[in-house]
């Protein structure tokens, strides 16, 4: 089993930043890939960003493109999502994913162990 836990959520105004950090525990042997999702209100889960572990490679949704940026410290086990030039559409709880295989996947049921989700609000 892995555990995951988020932090860094909270209420910025447009245009602000956000970093989010992911703490993997656990069999962490098993968490090849990290993802970030987001759920906002009446709407389904959606892909954020992800990044292989090992490799680092990344993907992106691309209404974030040029604006978050996912990346990994080896060092201290975590996963990050700097969040900049936040919009409140961006508004959502965020949350963190791992999956076993190797390889970034945008669809949920890709990933094995899910956070608990931390709130980011952006106000107008």
């Known amino acids: 089993q892995v555990q995951l836990v988020e932090s860094g959520g909270g209420l910025v105004p447009s245009g602000g930043s956000l970093r989010l950090s992911c703490v993997p525990s656990?069999?962490?042997?098993?968490?090849?890939?990290m993802g970030w999702f987001r759920q906002a209100p009446g709407k389904e889960r959606e892909f954020v960003a992800g990044i292989t572990w090992s490799a680092g490679n990344t993907a992106y949704l691309d209404s974030v493109k040029g604006r978050f940026t996912i990346s990994r410290d080896n060092t201290k086990g975590t996963v990050y999502l700097q969040m900049d030039s936040l919009t409140p559409e961006d508004t959502a709880v965020y949350y963190c994913a791992a999956r076993r295989q190797v390889g970034v996947r945008s669809l949920p049921r890709e990933y094995d162990y899910w956070g608990q989700g931390t709130q980011v609000t952006v106000s107008s």
């Open positions: 656990g069999r962490t042997s098993t968490k090849n890939t």
